[in-house]
């Protein structure tokens, strides 16, 4: 009887031991995926060195979708603000922003200008200007912003960005 009586305890241990390593197991993956899901699109500070100019500072996030990306790069004494990593077709481009702020959508609509190579949209010039105070005091309290390109040739695409850190990223710009 005693055996019986260990052997079923061994048996019911050896099933809270299974129960404990698959919640263990379970709770781990909905860790990694949680931190995948908000690593990649955070902002990324870093400084580049390519050996031919001085090294600079950057800071970017790309959208939810990893098609484009946001981007603050010092220009001078200005903090240049633009958008990457689509094909744009019009010289001009009319962009609409909402900066989510405290669950508070506050809309923007800013005339850009693309590159040379159509691959890059500058936005604002300076977000550092008098002008620019409200975008960008909105710009560093946001949790989420949402960008529409209206072409009028091509397609119009829209992009949402996770804002974590974008106050960290523009402390890191100025200093």
């Known amino acids: 009887?005693?055996?019986?009586?260990?052997?079923?305890?061994?048996?019911?241990?050896?099933?809270?031991?299974?129960?404990?390593?698959?919640?263990?197991?379970?709770?781990?993956?909905?860790?990694?995926?949680?931190?995948?899901?908000?690593?990649?699109?955070?902002?990324?500070?870093?400084?580049?060195?390519?050996?031919?100019?001085?090294?600079?500072?950057?800071?970017?996030?790309?959208?939810?979708?990893?098609?484009a990306f946001l981007k603050l790069e010092a220009v001078g004494e200005q903090l240049s603000f633009y958008l990457g990593g689509s094909y744009f077709c019009d010289d001009m481009i009319t962009v609409d922003i909402a900066l989510v702020v405290n669950g508070e959508s506050?809309?923007?609509?800013?005339?850009?200008?693309?590159?040379?190579n159509s691959k890059v949209l500058f936005l604002i010039d300076d977000l550092l200007a008098v002008e620019q105070a409200e975008f960008f005091k909105d710009f560093k309290a946001c949790s989420s912003a949402v960008v529409r390109i209206n072409e009028s040739h091509c397609t119009s695409d829209i992009f949402k960005f996770n804002m974590s850190g974008s106050t960290k990223a523009v402390n890191f710009m100025l200093n």
């Open 1 to 67: 009887m005693e055996h019986r009586q260990v052997k079923t305890k061994t048996r019911k241990t050896l099933i809270t031991i299974t129960k404990m390593k698959t919640l263990k197991t379970l709770t781990l993956t909905l860790v990694l995926l949680l931190n995948i899901n908000n690593s990649y699109s955070q902002w990324v500070t870093k400084v580049v060195d390519n050996k031919l100019d001085a090294p600079y500072k950057i800071s970017y996030c790309s959208d939810v979708l990893d098609k």
């Open 106 to 116: 506050k809309r923007y609509s800013i005339e850009g200008m693309k590159s040379s």
